[in-house]
Nanobody, 122 residues
Framework: QVQLVESGGGLVQAGDSLRVSCAAS????????MGWFRQTPGKEREFVAS????????LYSDSVKGRFTISRDNTKNTVYLQMNNLKPDDTAIYYC???????????????WGQGTQVTVST
């Protein structure tokens, strides 16, 4: 079992960069595929990016490919999402999640953090 805590969200302007982090407060992320998802009110949770246990493979949604980069540091028990050239459409609560398989489906992930708000103004 792993408990996840996101941090680093905030209010930025369009075109800015922001890095959000997800640290394990209990357990270890090492054996897990780690994913980032985002959600806005009234919409389903949307896949953003994922990274395999030893960072050998990454997946991105088409909407963030080329702008966002997922990475992990297993020695620090932390996964990161570097977000560049942010757009107002990126405004959402960002959640990290841990699972056993690399997937874009939220139900493939077993453990979730509480989320961090990212707001991009025009």
């Amino acid at each position: 079992q792993v408990q996840l805590v996101e941090s680093g969200g905030g209010l930025v302007q369009a075109g800015d960069s922001l890095r959000v982090s997800c640290a394990a407060s209990k357990g270890t992320i090492s054996p897990y595929v780690m994913g980032w998802f985002r959600q806005t009110p009234g919409k389903e949770r949307e896949f953003v990016a994922s990274i395999t246990a030893f960072a050998s493979g990454t997946l991105y949604s088409d909407s963030v490919k080329g702008r966002f980069t997922i990475s992990r540091d297993n020695t620090k028990n932390t996964v990161y999402l570097q977000m560049n050239n942010l757009k107002p459409d990126d405004t959402a609560i960002y959640y990290c999640a841990a699972g056993r398989t690399s997937s874009k489906a939220p139900n493939a992930y077993e453990y979730w953090g509480q989320g961090t708000q990212v707001t991009v103004s025009t």
